[in-house]
């Protein structure tokens, strides 16, 4: 029975008490009760909260993603590729019908060849080949699936980011994360569904386009974090407002959108009242969230973090805080790795900032037993050439053709290394993963088919993989 109905069907209002009202109002609590059930559960949605829980298309192995994107580009030579011939044939011309209408970024084609600069060993059960530089990673390479057939499209770093955010060299496009978070909504209603950090020297080249929620509405877009003092900036309130008058103030201005919402039903409003109401929970929710000292110091060490500092590891500590309280997608960009020159210094200092932490976000995300729904993706735009750049012997140049990225964790096989690389890590001959193919796979182990994720935009369904992109089954569990 509908209790207003009731009331204006002539009963005495000093009639109604605690016992009418549970009686006669039992089936309307329940109903709002269950309604709220299933939008937890992702069986509904309520129009005015666009990040809840909703259902893919098919059952997710992955329920969040932690993006480490490595801009500027890590040497795969150094790293992952292990190339004897390279340096057989070090300080010697490439092959003639190897570099025949190649293009690269400020390099001659015909630039001699560089063998790498580090040594190589097996790992593991698995027998992963990995670098020096990367002890840490060695340790659970096991857990890890390594990709050394990835291609792309773009050989300058902006467009090639956003590439690789986005699906698009393009201005303008959803990235990943908005996409992830268009498609599944958020598991937090305290903290933003989407976080972003940046570490390293300074951000991407491709700016805030690699977070950006394009022509998805705005609520989608990746919040950017600080890993020192206030989360997010102006999140404390300023001197002489206290909790109450933030209270009034922020009921009174989202009244007004509400009414305003009413009018126009534009979803921008919808983002701003769930922006302002966000915001106001996250004063409490995202301090304790970035409070590492709230850490056990085992824990700290894992990761070589210490609270107070602003760090790679500090940030890969945060992530995992993150995720574990619903954030749905995190991503952290670290912009030092185009070595253009001075390489044996420099990519030894980017994987002592690095390996560590990432190594143990597997370890940690394994143990605390996240791993298995939690997809890692590791690795930056493209790769680097076979060939020297300069007139000396440390610096190599843009090269889209053949690179090296790892995923663990979410569906993905473990132990595993996918795809190879000509004998001068030049061009892809066995098993070429496309960025499109990365992005449709990824997609898929959170639950859905990349041809139906569509958004309808000036007349035409959009997707994250534009008109291409196939399932790399040979990655999946």
């Known amino acids: 029975m509908n209790c207003q109905d009731h009331w204006h069907r002539g009963r005495d209002p000093r009639a109604i008490n605690r016992r009418w009202f549970l009686e006669q109002c039992g089936v309307g609590l329940g109903s709002l009760a269950l309604g709220e059930i299933l939008r937890e559960q992702g069986h509904a949605s309520s129009p005015a909260d666009p990040l809840a829980p909703r259902a893919t298309h098919h059952a997710p192995k992955a329920k969040r993603v932690l993006f480490l994107f490595m801009a500027g580009a890590p040497s795969h030579l150094e790293l992952f590729d292990h190339k004897p011939q390279l340096t057989r044939f070090n300080g010697t011309p490439p092959p003639a019908e190897l570099i025949k209408d190649y293009r690269a970024a400020f390099i ?10 580090f040594r190589f060993a097996r790992h593991g059960q698995s027998g992963a ?4 530089l990367l002890p840490h990673l060695a340790r659970v390479v096991d857990d890890v699936a390594i990709v050394k057939g990835m291609t792309t499209d773009a050989f300058n770093h902006a467009p090639a980011q956003i590439l690789m955010s986005t699906g698009s060299q393009i201005f303008g496009r959803p990235s990943l994360g908005a996409w992830t978070c268009y498609g599944m909504g958020s598991e937090s209603r305290d903290l933003p569904a989407f976080v972003v950090f940046s570490t390293g020297k300074k951000g991407p ?24 003092g206030d989360p997010v900036l102006y999140l404390s309130n300023p001197p002489g ?3 109450e008058l933030q209270h009034d103030s922020l009921e009174a201005v989202n009244t007004l959108n509400r009414i305003h919402q009413s009018v126009i039903n534009d979803p921008e409003i919808a983002t701003r009242i769930r922006s302002f109401e966000m915001a106001y929970r996250m004063q409490a929710s995202a301090p304790e969230a970035m409070d590492l000292s709230r850490e056990p110091a085992h824990v700290r060490a894992l990761y070589g973090a210490k609270p107070g500092e602003s760090s790679f ?7 995992r805080r993150l995720l574990e309280r619903g954030v749905r997608f995190v991503q952290i960009f670290h912009e030092s790795w185009d070595q253009h020159g001075n ?3 420099d990519i030894k200092e980017n994987c002592r900032d690095t390996d560590q932490a990432c190594a143990a976000l597997v370890t940690d995300l394994k143990q605390r037993g996240m791993l298995e729904d939690t997809l890692i993706v590791w690795g930056g735009e493209f790769g680097r050439t ?7 012997d440390d610096g190599r140049d843009h090269h889209p053709n053949a690179f090296t990225m790892w995923l663990a964790g979410g569906g993905v096989k473990a132990g595993v290394t996918f795809g190879e690389s000509d004998d001068l890590g030049f061009q892809v001959v066995r098993d070429r993963v496309h960025i499109h193919d990365l992005h449709a796979t990824i997609l898929h182990l959170l639950g859905f088919d990349h041809t139906r994720l569509t958004y309808r935009f000036q007349g035409r369904d959009f997707r994250l993989t534009d008109v291409s992109g196939e399932v790399v089954r040979g990655l999946i569990a």
């Open 241 to 243: 407002i206290d909790g």
């Open 386 to 392: 076979p060939m020297v750049e300069g007139g000396g």
């Open 313 to 319: 590891a500090n940030t890969c500590l945060l992530a």
């Open 108 to 117: 001659k084609p015909s630039a001699k060849l560089l063998g790498p600069k």
């Open 343 to 345: 390489l044996t210094h």
């Open 129 to 132: 080949e990995v670098s020096e």
């Open 205 to 228: 080249s491709g700016g805030g386009s690699n977070w950006g929620n394009g022509f998805l509405p705005s609520v989608y877009q990746g919040v950017q974090f600080r890993s020192s």
